[in-house]
Structure formats: structure tokens, C-alpha cells
């Protein structure tokens, strides 16, 4: 069945850097866009990134833009997020998803909490 697993997520002190990693399997890895979300506690979830099925063409929410990158491994099926200069706003649950077409699957999250 089609499994979405985030890891490397934790408590990290503003400044310091983490890398989020997706493992997936049960489907096509390489035809799926994939994303990451994020859920902070009362507001609703966001678009932190996105990259196309190739790798060859990424997106990013402003508020992440030059801090955080997106990228893909299609012989591993992975996907990963490398975040750097994280703030306190940046504490939330992160979600990797895959997209095709109208076909979308969501990991389980992984909490990030930026705190001294």
C-alpha cells in the first residue's frame, strides 16, 4: 500500500538548521510532484514547498524563501527538505505529500519546534 514516512524532525533552537527526509513507497515516486506542508497549532495547514516529478522545477513559500530547499532522490524514492535559519514561526507539524492529477497520499507529520 502507499506509504509516505517522514523522519528528522525535532527540537532545534532558533538559528540552527534541520533536515526533514520522506521515505515513499506503493506507488510511482517518479511521476508524483511532491510537497511539504506544515500545520502550526490553530492555523490551517500551509505549502512550505514544492518540487515536480523530475526535480526539475521547485516552488517556495515566501516566508521560507533562501532558508529552505526542497529536493528529490528518485532511485531512493525520497524526498527531503533541508531548513536552515529557523525561527520560532517556523514550529509546526510538517507533512510530505505526493500529487498526480487528482491523486494525492499525505505522510503522518513530523513535529518541528524552534525554541531556546
Known amino acids: 500500500q502507499v506509504q509516505l514516512v517522514e523522519s528528522g524532525g525535532g527540537l532545534v533552537q532558533p538559528g540552527g538548521s534541520l533536515r526533514l527526509s520522506c521515505a515513499a513507497s506503493g506507488f510511482i515516486f517518479s511521476t508524483y510532484a511532491m510537497s511539504w506542508y506544515r500545520q502550526a497549532p490553530g492555523k490551517e495547514r500551509e505549502l512550505v514547498a514544492r518540487?515536480?516529478?523530475?526535480?526539475?522545477?521547485?516552488a517556495y513559500a515566501d516566508s521560507v524563501k533562501g532558508r529552505f530547499t526542497i529536493s528529490r532522490d528518485n532511485a531512493k524514492n525520497m524526498v527531503s527538505l533541508q531548513m536552515n535559519s529557523l525561527k520560532a514561526e517556523d514550529t509546526a507539524v510538517y507533512y510530505c505529500?505526493?500529487?498526480?492529477?487528482?491523486?494525492?497520499?499525505w505522510g503522518q507529520g513530523t513535529q518541528v519546534t524552534v525554541s531556546s
Open positions: 505529500k505526493a500529487s498526480r492529477g487528482v491523486v494525492h497520499y
Open positions: 518540487i515536480s516529478s523530475l526535480g526539475g522545477s521547485t
